[in-house]
């Protein structure tokens, strides 16, 4: 079935730094959305990527969707304590007539003040 | 306020006991959804409902059971038969079927002693 890849698994850096992380599928998505969850928290949606090369910005977090469809990924420039938590990638399967999302393993950031 | 409500937050039962847990929202939403989460790993789908009176397995269905009676309402009972219950279960909803966001709720964090 369809799945999806997310990496790193978790990453580590000092505030300032900035982060990327990435989610890959071996077939070609008709969606793709990014949800962000705070420790102790539930999944919170930041953005839906839906057409080939797309580039969207909330702030200092950038959103690209593939050329292909087949990857995107969330890039945070200079990170801050706040942006701590789990990142999500989430795309849609289609089954009949029922829909569901297939959940990326996320990436855990954690910022060093 | 709309939104997605789940309780208790915490809850400890022991081996053996069948428990439910509750998830109601006034969001009108026709679609909700349960989701079990590991420490370390992503949302696995337990079951969905798209609409009231029907609802499907998901990925992790085996030893749970749900009821779609009313459209604001989907309980999630963890039976006896579920090998290893202990986790954090999160609820979600969405306008239709169209998986545009998922909201969810705070979560129940569920200890089986």
């Known amino acids: 079935g369809q799945q999806v890849m997310q990496i790193p698994q978790y990453q580590h850096v000092q505030e300032g730094e900035d982060f990327t992380t990435y989610c890959n599928s071996s077939t070609t998505l008709s969606n793709i959305q990014w949800y962000k969850q705070r420790p102790g928290g539930h999944p919170v949606f930041l953005i839906q990527?839906?057409?080939s090369g797309e580039v969207k910005k909330q702030k200092r977090l950038t959103f690209q969707f593939g050329e292909a469809k087949k990857n995107s990924s969330l890039h945070i420039t200079a990170t801050q304590t706040t942006d701590v938590g789990t990142y999500f990638c989430a795309v849609v399967r289609n089954a009949g007539n029922n829909r569901k999302l297939i959940w990326g393993l996320g990436t855990s950031l954690a910022v060093n003040p | 306020d709309g939104g997605i409500t789940q309780s208790p937050k915490y809850l400890f039962r022991k081996e053996g006991q069948n428990v439910t847990l509750s998830c109601e929202q006034n969001l009108n939403h026709d679609a909700m959804y349960w989701y079990r989460q590991d420490p370390g790993q992503g949302l696995r789908l337990i079951y969905y409902?798209?609409?009231?009176?029907?609802?499907q397995k998901g990925d992790i269905a085996e030893g749970y059971s749900v009821s779609r009676e009313k459209k604001e309402s989907f309980p999630l009972t963890v039976t006896s038969a579920q090998k290893n219950p202990t986790a954090f279960y999160l609820c979600?909803?969405?306008?239709?079927?169209?998986?545009?966001?998922?909201?969810f709720g705070p979560g129940t964090r569920l200890t089986v002693l």
């Open positions: 979600a909803s969405t306008p239709g079927d169209r998986l545009t966001e998922q909201f």
């Open positions: 409902s798209q609409i009231v009176n029907d609802f």
């Open positions: 990527l839906v057409k």
